[in-house]
């Protein structure tokens, strides 16, 4: 009837996962109001601070989040740590349900010596320094060496290798920042190996990442044939996907050098380098900074997926100024009060329902891990929302004693000196970075400083 009260959902984080668990809520169920919590000002997590600049097609989820975001029902506090500024405890008594969409915040590490050498970066790092992360901005990367080694066979290893190798003018027209752009200009890599623990029918990236590495322009691809001897025959009865990949890769493998036109006066290098696991990243005489890293080489136990890398006893060293891991991202727990799976970095859930917590939920990577595109999110983020839904029509939410939502949480953050950003604060920085942007002919020109954020909204 019109007189049930609206049931009070918020969402714990703006990157695809908050954004698709809300947009399904306020689709499927009439009443519903869903306020969105951000920890930085600005919103859409890492569709823009992950994705690469020259992809700006994969960013147009930002326009069905904007539509989500301006709904009536819908509301957007950025600027708001959860954990720091509000407990979830706190937002669990001020809403009917809590979803936590919070991603993945931090990196695996290799846990070996020398990794904190200067000149070993995160990929994590890399990309948010890229992209404008506020947290990255003066990461400075050391681009003066010749040669940088990609830990890592996914796609955001080919992203970062493709940034790299670029020709600075396809980079251009992109909302890279200025000051990466910068750095760029005058870095000195021209060879970029990606290297792998396992081999090739094990590699993570996909083909159309692929592909785009493959005709980078002024770029050589430099693939060794003898990597792919007989996986023509074993990728025979292989799902598509990874039949089609590896037969691009062996193609590529067997192409004489300068085959392909646009490759054939290459200045830039790149290529895979299988079965070898780091062992040690190996500090210059001075000790001061990495000056390559000792690889274990590594045999295949078991095939396919599931094939583990095991050292044979053998090294190699390979040399390069410039490593960065890119061996996956991983969830933080947020909340003493929160349960959390340390081992496989998740939050305990079964369909989205926290395991133990009525009435707390979970999507996107810090539900599944940190892996899988936005679409992979997306369907797990409306399974998510599906589970509320089910859980207010079963009456497993209690939904006759009503919520402040907001209206409490505002008071606990003015208490605390807390000013969240809304979104049409969001809206109003989004056109200043178009405008600034607009003379270099580029789509935006991102503002990495939070504090610049808030002068310009007048906070
Ligand atoms: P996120 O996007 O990380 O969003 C989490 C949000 O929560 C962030 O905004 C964060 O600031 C916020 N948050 C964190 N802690 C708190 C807190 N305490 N309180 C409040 N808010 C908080 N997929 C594709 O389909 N195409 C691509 O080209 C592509 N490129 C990628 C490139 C990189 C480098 C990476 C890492 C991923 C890429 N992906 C791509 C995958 C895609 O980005 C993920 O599937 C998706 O972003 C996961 O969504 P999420 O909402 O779970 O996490």
Not at 9 to 32: E, I, M, N, R, W
Not at 48 to 68: L, M
Not at 131 to 156: F, K, Q, W, Y
Request: glycine residues 10%.
């Amino acid at each position: 009837s019109s007189r049930a009260p609206a049931p009070r959902v918020c969402v714990v984080g703006s990157g695809p996962a908050g954004f698709y668990t809300a947009q399904h809520l306020l689709k499927h169920h009439d009443l519903a109001q869903v306020d969105i919590y951000e920890k930085l000002p600005v919103p859409f997590g890492l569709v823009r601070f992950g994705v690469a600049p020259d992809h700006p097609e994969v960013k147009n989820v930002i326009n069905t989040f904007t539509q989500t975001a301006r709904s009536e029902r819908c509301a957007y506090y950025g600027n708001v740590a959860v954990g720091r500024d509000v407990t979830v405890g706190e937002l669990r008594q001020a809403y009917h349900a809590v979803v936590l969409s919070y991603g993945a915040e931090d990196n695996r590490i290799l846990g070996i010596p020398g990794e904190n050498l200067p000149g070993v970066y995160s990929a994590r790092a890399f990309v948010g320094w890229y992209n404008g992360l506020p947290e990255n901005r003066d990461l400075n990367p050391d681009l003066s060496c010749e040669t940088a080694l990609i830990l890592g066979h996914g796609n955001v290893a080919l992203d970062i290798a493709r940034i790299l190798l670029s020709p600075l003018d396809l980079l251009r027209k992109t909302d890279i920042t200025d000051c990466s752009l910068a750095a760029l200009a005058c870095s000195k890599v021209k060879r970029v190996w990606l290297a792998g623990r396992r081999g090739p029918l094990q590699v993570a990236f996909t083909i159309k990442e692929l592909r785009e590495m493959i005709n980078l322009p002024g770029t050589q691809p430099v693939l060794n044939p003898a990597d792919f001897t007989g996986l023509e025959n074993a990728v025979k009865d292989a799902p598509r996907p990874r039949k089609r990949l590896t037969e691009l890769m062996i193609k590529t493998a067997l192409q004489k050098p300068g085959e392909v036109a646009a490759q054939a006066a290459a200045a830039r290098q790149w290529g895979l380098k299988f079965q070898r696991s780091p062992q040690e990243v190996l500090p210059t005489a001075d000790g001061r900074r990495a000056r390559g890293v000792r690889m274990a080489l590594t045999r295949l136990e078991g095939s396919g997926e599931s094939a583990k890398a095991i050292p044979t006893g053998d090294v190699e060293e390979l040399e390069c100024g410039l490593v960065l891991s890119s061996i996956g991202y991983r969830s933080l727990p947020l909340d003493p009060a929160v349960p959390f799976d340390t081992q496989r970095g998740i939050i305990p859930n079964s369909m989205g329902r926290v395991e133990g917590a009525p009435g707390l939920y979970c999507s996107g990577w810090v539900k599944r891990g940190p892996t899988g595109v936005i679409i992979t999110t997306m369907n797990d983020s409306f399974d998510t929302a599906q589970s509320v839904l089910e859980d207010l029509q079963g009456g497993m939410l209690d939904v006759s004693v009503s919520r402040e939502g907001f209206g409490a949480v505002g008071s606990i953050l003015r208490s605390r000196g807390v000013r969240p950003v809304s979104f049409s604060d969001w809206e109003k920085i989004d056109a200043a970075e178009v405008v600034r942007g607009k003379a270099a002919g580029k789509p935006r020109e991102k503002i990495v400083d939070p504090q610049e954020m808030l002068q310009l909204i007048g906070h």
